[in-house]
């Protein structure tokens, strides 16, 4: 079992900075890659970032793609998200993934990923 707990949501103006953190336990955290998804309300649960188990090969949807840095710790068991230049499209539940069956190849589709966090609402203000 992985427990994975998101921190660090909040309220926003459009424009500026905001940093996500999911702390995991219960297994090697270096077993697995991580995610960041994400679900505004009334849409489906969307691709944001994903980060291979030693840290490399990041990924990002377009739509984030020079505004956002997904990173890890694997010292700390924790995954980050740095959310920069955010827009008010961004408003969503960010739920944090974990992947322990991809090995190298690092899944971009919600179905792919066996833990997931219980989320933290990130609010952009125009």
């Known amino acids: 079992q992985v427990q994975l707990v998101e921190s660090g949501g909040g309220l926003v103006q459009a424009g500026g900075s905001l940093r996500i953190s999911c702390a995991a336990s219960?297994?090697?955290?270096?077993?697995?890659?991580m995610a960041w998804f994400r679900q505004a309300l009334g849409k489906e649960r969307e691709f944001v970032a994903a980060i291979n188990w030693s840290g490399g090969s990041p990924y990002y949807a377009d739509s984030v793609k020079g505004r956002f840095t997904i990173s890890r710790d694997n010292a700390k068991n924790t995954v980050s998200l740095q959310m920069n230049s955010l827009k008010p499209e961004d408003t969503a539940v960010y739920y944090c993934a974990a992947d322990l069956t991809s090995g190298w190849r690092v899944p971009l589709q919600a179905y792919e990923y066996d833990y997931w966090g219980q989320g933290t609402q990130v609010t952009v203000s125009s």
């Open positions: 219960g297994r090697t955290f270096t077993n697995y890659n």
